[in-house]
């Protein structure tokens, strides 16, 4: 089991940047594919991109490709994001998401990762 803790997110002004962080507990943290989700209120979560165990396979949701890079450091069990030229339309609560299988096909469904942290909200004014 992993339990993950999301911070770095706040308020910041359209073309600005923020990093995330993502932090997992427990010993087989580094077995765990990682990703990072978005939600809005009153819309359905939303992948955003995904990184494998080793950093050798990453997929990037289309909106924010070119502009938001995931990375980890497995020794400090750490997932980050960073974000750049940010949108008034990434504006949602963001939520780091943990899975031991990560199927090439389904990476993006939010029913594929059995871990999830508590999400820090991100607010891009324009």
């Known amino acids: 089991q992993v339990q993950l803790v999301e911070s770095g997110g706040g308020l910041v002004q359209a073309g600005g940047s923020l990093r995330l962080s993502c932090v997992a507990s427990g010993r087989t943290a580094s077995t765990y594919h990682m990703a990072w989700f978005r939600q809005d209120p009153g819309k359905e979560r939303e992948f955003v991109s995904v990184v494998s165990t080793s950093g050798s396979m990453i997929y990037y949701a289309d909106s924010v490709k070119g502009r938001f890079t995931i990375s980890r450091d497995n020794a400090k069990n750490t997932v980050y994001l960073q974000m750049n030229s940010l949108k008034a339309e990434d504006t949602a609560v963001y939520y780091c998401?943990?899975?031991?299988?990560?199927?090439?096909?389904?990476?993006?469904?939010?029913?594929?990762?059995?871990?999830w942290g508590r999400g820090t909200q991100v607010t891009v004014s324009s």
């Open positions: 998401a943990a899975t031991r299988m990560m199927n090439r096909f389904h990476y993006a469904r939010p029913d594929q990762y059995a871990y």
